[in-house]
């Protein structure tokens, strides 16, 4: 019976497979019988059993070691074969050449890779399923991953927010679904973002199910937009409105919080269908008005600085986070036609408060209700201005006790019926010194008679501001037009 041996594929030989009879009748060894059949572009293993800056050999139990050249290593573009591959490494090696010019055989182990590579990517895509690479580049718009073929990661997919330093990415493992293939052209594109989301779904339900309106809760500030903040709770954003950051006004979210900023906020609604949470911050702080309706009536005089002046009058913050308005009508004695003409923003004011509405939270103060009231200390002024505003008028102009009262300062403003023009004039005269106001300077007591039933109403004590002072021989005033 003829005896049997293996090859070094395992395969069983037969005593004919083992020799051979040369054309002289002689029976030889059948070396070749004993090496394993390849093919060009069959995957084998190996063994390394050498590494050199420019190659690697392999022992594929094949005749000859196959040769691994430095550029068949690894999908990397420049690489260092000792950082690849050490001696006793078991590789898989794509068959590139049977046999080079120099009867070489000539592996590839970064095409054995891609081949087994791209079928476990296929199996990814279909079944949704990561992958896992490693990050072996930074480049323009991403990162690229060895997953044994170079997967691409686009900046906006590598993180569920945007991540401002890609490069501290550089060497980790990332597990990323792929969410683009095309074999012709060897692309991948990857989103880390998906497994990212995936692995939260059931981290938000968990907080959806969790909290409760009304529930105060630790977070961390994890963007800021112009609209408000939002606030990672350990899985899921809220967000607070800027009109929920704080009791005092706002101008914008930045101005209150900073990016990673701790915070303990309030929540005011959860919407369990869209899974959103509105968030509260200044709920977590005392609130100024309880102080105010502990503290002030109607009536009360305060002190307070001049915050920001809008074109209706000027807001006046009375402690830290309450303001009030003063109206335009509130401002002064005189007319007013802009409220920059009597206060500033950062102005230390004195005023009276005329209405406090604690349902909408609103406060309504006067500075010309107050004895002595209006701006306390101007900015950028070294003395403190006390009263009025100076409106830089002489004597002549107003004499002592010929100011207008305040009825007739509001109904020049528009705020009640205006006064007929013969009763500003007997107010001014009642109140001034004879000697101050000679018969021959008094204006008319009644327009012409030729004037229209609609002509203009002479002007206030605010008007009379920019009439030129009188000389020594003073003409009576002209006539109101």
Known sequence: MASETVNREGTQLDEDSVWTTTEDGERVPNYDATFPTINEGEVVHGTVVR???????????????????????????????????????????LVLTKEDAEGRLILSKKRARFELAWKAIEQAAESGEPVLGKVIEVVKGGLILDLGVRGFLPASLVDIR??????????????????????????????????????????????????????????????????????????????????????????????????????????????????????????????????????????????????????????????????????????????????????????????????????????????????????????????????????DLSEEVFPEGAMPSAETAEAADGTEEAAPAEQMAEVAEEDAPAEEQPAEELPPEEPPAEEPADAPEPETSAGAAEAPEPSAEAEPPAEPE
């Open 51 to 93: 590494v050199d800056k420019d190659e690697v050999l392999v022992d594929i139990g094949y005749k000859s070691e196959g040769v691994i050249p430095v550029i068949e290593l690894s999908i990397r573009r420049s690489v260092n074969p000792a950082d690849e591959v050490t001696v006793g490494d078991e590789i898989d090696a």
């Open 162 to 391: 945007r991540v401002q330093d890609l490069d501290e990415f550089l060497g980790q493992e990332l597990r990323a679904k792929v969410i683009e293939l095309n074999r012709s052209r060897n692309n991948v594109v990857l989103s880390r973002r998906a497994v990212l989301e995936d692995e939260r779904k059931e981290m938000r339900q968990a907080i959806l199910d969790r909290l409760n309106p009304g529930d105060v809760v630790d977070g961390q500030i994890s963007n800021i937009v112009d609209f408000g903040a939002f606030v990672d709770l350990d899985g899921m954003d809220g967000l607070i409105h800027i009109s929920e950051l704080s009791w005092s006004h706002v101008n914008h979210p930045s101005e209150v919080l900073e990016i990673g900023q701790d915070v303990k906020v309030k929540v005011l609604d959860i919407d369990r269908e869209r899974q959103r949470i509105s968030l509260g911050l200044k709920q977590t702080q005392s609130d100024p008005w309880q102080q105010v309706l502990e503290t002030y009536n109607e009536g009360d005089e305060v002190e307070g600085r001049v915050t920001k002046v809008v074109t209706f009058g000027a807001f006046v913050e009375i402690m830290p986070g309450v303001e009030g308005l003063v109206h335009i009508s509130e401002l002064a004695q005189h007319h007013v036609e802009n409220p920059r003409e009597v206060v500033s923003q950062g102005d230390l004011v004195k005023a009276r408060i005329i209405e406090v509405d604690a349902e909408r939270r609103r406060l309504s103060l006067s500075l010309k209700r107050v004895e002595g009231g209006g701006v306390q200390e101007r900015v950028g002024d070294s003395e403190a201005v006390e009263g009025t505003p100076n409106l």
